[in-house]
């Protein structure tokens, strides 16, 4: 059985329809330094070596690299001349089709003026797509249409509510804002109220000294920007209180974030205090707090981890976030995600990366641990899709 | 020498006695209900699935089915028929002698009340019980025989000697109460009754609100619980200065601990401070802190460390936490422990997974670090029951 | 090209000159006290077998042995035997020649007292050393020479000065002192003065009531010792912004640091703080905040790792740091180093290990993950000595 089984594993998994439950849209048309910077957490990268010098980067030569039909582990220089060539559409064809994908579950909340229309993704894809609403995004934007504190607080129900019905699920970035250690106390609405007011408040000041021409470029101090707790714990029961799947970044991401202050062992109180509102939460990447986050999901019946993000950016050492996100979770409990953003090419090694950690990892528990081999597949086909057709009460694969 | 070195040091490791210096009593005769409690950290597990479709369960359905009469890997409801079909008592006493486990230090700290005599257990397992004494549950019983904070100090030092004579160590959950970031400075004894007085008062004042009928269930609010700090260093002082072990709850277990306040690196201050007072200190457990545990166990000559619980709960990845343990921990302080709790299948996989983690990551020690086989056995006979029979200065294995 | 290129890659990196970019002096004539003292970050080992019984001691009864002419694992008895026989000068001259290492960049900050002349050390290695300015111990020796707090940051710059003409890098023990996590902001002057006041006061307090007599021992009370964390921040700010590259301690060392506190990830806002001064941080050792120190490297242009000391302690588990540290940092950031102190089996050791966790890490690269040969080859020459050129800007490899 040994053998032959870890061989039929592997072909299974390598068959097997993904549901990426926590990706970002694509760049349109992206420029060779657009493709760098989507490629890297870092805000500035050095050199294009620290892109292609990595793990991510010899996991793309090797393995986008004949997607674009070259050898593999072609040079850089090879690789970015072939993408001009091939140009954006077709790469995006080519590298998200491979993956394996049926459906994707888009995070707009990163810079959205930038990315393509769903639509579009899910045309080049040839896979549907659904909304997660960032919990965040929509704060601001109600922030930024209303005169008061106190109307932000009346606008932004209604405004959940609506987002509510097109999205899939929620997610917050608390992690890059305030830390995901919180106060587990619901807010009241006195509380609610105050930090409204404290944030409209502190947003008008710097809007008026933000420069206003419609040519000073972004303007990022004139949109409005949730740091405040209170508020991001209001929005964050109120989401759980509504039954919904609330996605939690956690671990590694770019420098906006504390690493230490995104630790999800950092949100236990708040984790416990909702155990019982009917929400769950999905904790994203965890890297380097997956053993974390894995026993989050042991002791709290309502907490489900991936490992994306970190699965593509580790490239050859991928395995070991696979193997530790299944140290004490309970099986149904992960969930494939890639965190994907901007580019195709980090859709493809998500998958593909993960395909090859789960047959080695899970191909290593039937040889040495006895596993029959279709309980490894069902293991595998559960973290691939089934868990998030369970989470999120959706048929997302045909069949 | 390679293969067959490896071999013989497998069946070496598997015929060792082994003593599992930290674990608790067994439920006379479990329900469904209980058995799926007792194998998960989990207050309660969201469905069997979480429990059986795990690291654990999946080691379960390997390792305890056949010792049921059952083929590997036979289904939970099969597992459960044939459980019920044997009996208790006919179950443990398989699973509990399978284990090779040559002497049992029983914590019967957590929920006493529901667990059989030791006697009973050790018939059942063939094999003898020490005594564990939990310094919470001594001075928690104090309290509640004393009618003020004064007369709880009067008789404090009375039952801890008293608990002494009959215990081979002390154990502290400082970690589910106070946390591990203690102050390192033993408290004076105006310290000390401050903090009782305080306690007793709050303790009458809670016992006044709770249920007193008999009926009132288990009327948990009526029993004094020690969280107050200040008791929990004095305790840990006394034990540690009579020269005692103290082992010491670390890492992950239930959601009654905040998980990064049970970093052993929390208690470095103190741990400092009492090395020289001829007490040592056993961290159990540890994960995910296993090498901090290591790093502790390196610079302070009366630490010592287990990776129990964690072996049990990994399952297939049992190795990394015995290889973590083994990175910066002198080889004379890593000591087995299984943690079990209430059920025998707990005690069986805390052995069986522990003896196959042993071999395999001492063998790739052998095969892959030159170590020779006899000094790979010695390592592995050292934590299986030498390591501890130096610690607390017994005989524990006939031979 | 499986099995033949991982041989071709384990010759390859086994010729490889390697540079040892943090490393301490040698003592002259070490007793055996002195050897098992060197071999441990504990003050006082509790026995021989603490040393010898340990990760780190099997691979010097492995590693160090047959090049003192014994068997390999030959008894620690047999080993201090040879090493008595032989003699100091002659064991120095094997192990460190035997280390492959081309050129040494050493820290003589601890304990510089009792070890040999740099040139004598380079005379036995038979291989170039440079000097790494501890910025601690020049700020100590300056209050020592001055008068008053003004004085001392009179003398402080043009002391700085003058050891930047002779170093090629600057350290930082703050690890040690006040921890890693310090406010980001560059101390002002009036800071400074006020920190070197106060500072002063206290240390003349110390220093009148510490023994004075020329017999009273190291008299430690009378050295001043630098715990300010304003002072050391200016410190550290004045070595990046001249653009120096400024070693950090990180992670696990002796028990005189708070493990915790040691964690790179706690140094996240000064680190982001100094990303445009044209300065370079190079944090040591890391364990076990090896992947912490390697996102830090990914999202800040400016940052650099290495697993020095955790390589050599972990012995047979070595891989694991090597494998952790390529997870997130671009390749070209992570720098061979030992750490090694006092006596040269750490610097054979260092050497050893890291080229055969290299060999077997960057092999499984290579069979498992498709990685070229030669591509597996560049990225271990980069660790090995090419990215130290780079950091430096410094040749120290002769070719």
């Known amino acids: 059985m040994g053998a032959d089984g870890v061989q039929h594993l592997a072909e299974t998994i390598e068959r097997m329809p993904l549901v990426d439950h926590h990706v970002h849209g694509m760049l349109p048309d992206p420029s060779?330094?657009?493709?760098?910077?989507?490629?890297?957490?870092?805000?500035?990268?050095?050199?294009?070596?620290?892109?292609?010098?990595?793990?991510?980067?010899f996991a793309l030569r090797r393995h986008c690299a004949p997607l674009l039909g070259l050898e593999t582990f072609a040079s850089p220089a090879d690789y970015l001349a072939a993408r001009r060539a091939l140009g954006s559409d077709d790469v995006?064809?080519?590298l998200l089709q491979a993956s394996g994908i049926a459906a994707y579950l888009v995070d707009d909340g990163h810079r959205p003026d930038r990315l393509m229309p769903d639509e579009r993704m899910a045309q080049l894809a040839a896979a549907p797509t659904h909304r997660v609403a960032r919990l965040e995004t929509i704060a601001e934007t109600v922030l930024a249409q209303s005169a008061s504190g106190d109307e932000f607080v009346e606008r932004l129900g209604p405004a959940l509510e609506a987002a509510a019905t097109e999205a899939v699920a929620f997610k917050t970035v608390a992690a890059h804002r305030c830390g995901l250690e919180l106060d587990p106390a619901r807010p009241t609405n006195v509380d609610v109220r105050s930090a409204a007011d404290a944030w409209f408040a502190d947003h008008r000041a710097h809007a008026a000294s933000a420069p206003t021409t419609p040519h000073a470029g972004h303007a990022a101090s004139a949109r409005p920007r949730l740091t405040d707790p209170t508020i991001t714990r209001h929005l964050i029961w109120w989401a759980l209180e509504r039954g919904a799947v609330l996605q939690v970044h956690a671990g590694f991401g770019d420098a906006d974030l504390v690493l230490e202050r995104a630790n999800p062992a950092r949100m236990q109180a708040l984790v416990a205090a909702t155990a019982g509102t009917g929400g769950r939460i999905a904790f994203l990447h965890c890297y380097p707090y997956v053993r974390e986050a894995g026993w989050l999901a042991h002791v709290f019946p309502h907490v489900f981890l991936d490992v994306g993000l970190a699965v593509e950016f580790l490239g050859a050492n991928a395995d070991a976030v696979v193997r530790d996100a299944l140290d004490l979770a309970p099986f149904s409990r992960?969930?494939?995600?890639?965190d994907a953003w901007g580019v195709p090419e980090r859709v493809l090694l998500g998958a593909r990366l993960w395909r090859d950690a789960a047959a080695r990892v899970l191909g290593g528990y039937v040889t040495g641990h006895g596993w029959p081999v279709a309980e490894a597949v069902r293991v595998a086909e559960g973290i691939a899709w089934r868990n998030a057709e369970g989470l999120y009460g959706r048929r997302f694969v045909t069949r």
């Open 32 to 57: 060779e330094a657009d493709l760098l910077a989507a490629l890297t957490q870092a805000e500035h990268p050095a050199s294009p070596t620290d892109v292609f010098d990595s793990g991510q980067g």
């Open 334 to 338: 992960v969930i494939f995600s890639t």
């Open 92 to 94: 995006a064809r080519r």
